[in-house]
């Protein structure tokens, strides 16, 4: 097999068919009134929330867009309120600046220098109001996780990731933008730098090491048991590149899975 572009396109109307029907079928099935996600104004929200639209109208959908000061930016507010005109969902904009403030005064350890877990912080803040606002109003959270992110743990556990049903996470980041484009999604969302905005100046790209296109690339590679030397040769990387990636896969699979619990009594015939 020859890793190339090719390998990554998708049938965008079939998918959109199998995407919206995933939704319906859930709601119909836990008898909710609609559902609530996580908007942030970058391509894997924008695309899910159109896709929730679509399938079961704009005013069964909440979008929730949770700024807060330390990482606020005025081109993602615009690129969400330009969502709202196209597909017709209800948003709420909740700044958690306070809520955060409160966190940071009330855990006994806070450390500010600690990025990861303050980062974490804010991630887990938005989950706890999605939350809130399913049990409230008899909603399902709907995940915006995609493939490439999940597949090498680029999310925060019980943060971003959480959710009752994830329509995308079977796509790759690179096959959510085509997704996207072909749903009406601008062109300036879809191509915006991916961040989880969890710290100033954050960007998926910088941290993770490489471009989406070659990262998809490699894990396509990988999930179809290509050797490593094979995935490097091809895409012209270094064999450590292909084993770092292959090992964030491996060692993410804790924050994909349910809490492991010890087996205490055993099963008999």
């Known amino acids: ?14 998918i959109r068919q199998k995407i919206m029907r995933f939704i319906k079928d859930c709601i119909n099935k836990t008898k909710a009134e609609g559902v609530v996600l996580g908007i942030s104004g970058g391509v894997d ?36 309120e330009t969502l709202v005109r196209s597909f017709q969902f209800e948003l ?6 306070n809520i955060l403030d409160a966190l940071r005064k009330t855990i006994p350890d806070y450390w500010r220098r600690d990025k990861t877990s303050q980062g974490n912080l804010k991630a887990r803040t938005r989950m706890l109001i999605w939350y809130y606002y399913a049990n ?9 996780s995609d493939k490439s ?6 999310f925060t556990k019980w943060g971003d ?19 996207a484009l072909s749903l009406g999604i601008p062109k300036e969302i879809v191509h915006k730098p991916s961040s989880p905005a969890l710290w100033p100046n954050q960007t998926a790209e910088k941290e993770i090491g490489l ?30 590149t292909v084993k770092t990636i292959k090992k964030r ?21």
């Open 1 to 14: 097999m020859q890793l190339e572009d090719k390998l990554l396109q998708i049938d965008t109307e079939s």
């Open 45 to 80: 929200s924008a695309t899910t929330a159109a896709l929730s639209a679509i399938s079961i109208g704009g005013h069964k959908v909440l979008g929730l867009y949770m700024p807060e000061n330390e990482t606020y930016n005025k081109e993602d507010h615009e690129h969400i």
């Open 92 to 97: 709420k904009t909740i700044n958690i600046t």
């Open 136 to 144: 409230l109003e008899n909603r399902i959270v709907v995940g915006s």
């Open 149 to 154: 992110e999940t597949m090498i743990g680029y």
């Open 161 to 179: 990731a959480a959710a009752d049903i994830a329509p995308i996470m079977d796509l790759y980041k690179t096959q959510v933008r085509q997704l």
């Open 211 to 240: 471009k989406y296109k070659t990262l998809d690339l490699i894990l396509y590679g990988l999930e179809h048991f290509m050797p490593i030397t094979t995935i490097a040769s091809q895409l012209n990387l270094t064999i450590k």
């Open 249 to 269: 896969w491996l060692e993410a699979e804790h924050k994909r899975q349910m809490p492991l619990a010890a087996k205490l009594f055993a099963t008999s015939d």
